[in-house]
T-cell receptor
Framework: AQSVSQHNHHVILSEAASLELGCNYS??????LFWYVQYPGQHLQLLLK??????LVKGIKGFEAEFIKSKFSFNLRKPSVQWSDTAEYFC?????????????FGKGITLSVRP | ETGVTQSPTHLIKTRGQQVTLRCSSQ?????VSWYQQALGQGPQFIFQ???????GRGNFPPRFSGLQFPNYSSELNVNALELDDSALYLC?????????????FGPGTRLTVL
């Protein structure tokens, strides 16, 4: 069975600070990895995804994530956060390469950015 | 906007009642997955429908059931509602195929069970 662990339930940063949100997963096979964001009052949106290839993936809004297979990790980073980044962030995995396989999400991290 | 729509937006029911939630998938997508997101938690997979057949199920009891229609829209039905069923119900649509392994989420239906 797949599982996802996200460290820190709530992160508070000031604008322009650097961000790193941790994500570790557990699964016996090959995975696809995702970061989703849920802005207040909005639906889940995909920030970035990793299927294969370069383990450093870039997403929207200046976010990037690095897949480290040996550590079963897929941490999300942003060099300089903005107030508009205040949201809930979810790491998710599914089994590769199967199409449409179920997503297993972590519990999420609430990011609050102070102006 | 993802092109995935859900109705209704909000719903209030009492314990023991039944509820039907609806989802219209994005154009060109043939797969719909349903997730339950309890307060303060990540979404949990309920089940998936592909070409009108259930194609995988999470750890939810049989009183959670679904349908997919020929136009790929889908319904989630929950019988004998319990207080713990209060949650945001999300549907996600996707298209079969290795290149399309991304699920697009709708805005959700907020269900409150009293």
């Amino acid at each position: 069975a797949q599982s996802v662990s996200q460290h820190n339930h709530h992160v508070i940063l000031s604008e322009a600070a650097s961000l790193e949100l941790g994500c570790n997963y557990s699964y016996g096979g090959t995975v696809n990895l995702f970061w989703y964001v849920q802005y207040p009052g909005q639906h889940l949106q995909l920030l970035l995804k990793y299927f294969s290839g370069d383990p450093l993936v870039k997403g929207i809004k200046g976010f990037e994530a690095e897949f480290i297979k040996s550590k079963f990790s897929f941490n999300l980073r942003k060099p300089s956060v903005q107030w508009s980044d205040t949201a809930e962030y979810f790491c998710a995995v599914n089994a590769a390469p199967g199409a449409n396989s179920k997503l297993t999400f972590g519990k999420g991290i609430t990011l609050s950015v102070r102006p | 906007e993802t092109g995935v729509t859900q109705s209704p937006t909000h719903l209030i029911k009492t314990r023991g009642q039944q509820v039907t939630l609806r989802c219209s998938s994005q154009s060109g997508h043939n797969t719909v997955s349903w997730y339950q997101q309890a307060l303060g938690q990540g979404p949990q997979f309920i089940f998936q429908y592909y070409r009108e057949e259930e194609n995988g199920r999470g750890n939810f009891p049989p009183r959670f059931s679904g349908l997919q229609f020929p136009n790929y829209s889908s319904e989630l039905n929950v019988n004998a509602l319990e207080l713990d069923d209060s949650a945001l119900y999300l549907c996600a649509s996707s298209r079969e195929g290795r290149s399309y392994n991304e699920q697009f989420f709708g805005p959700g239906t907020r269900l409150t069970v009293l």
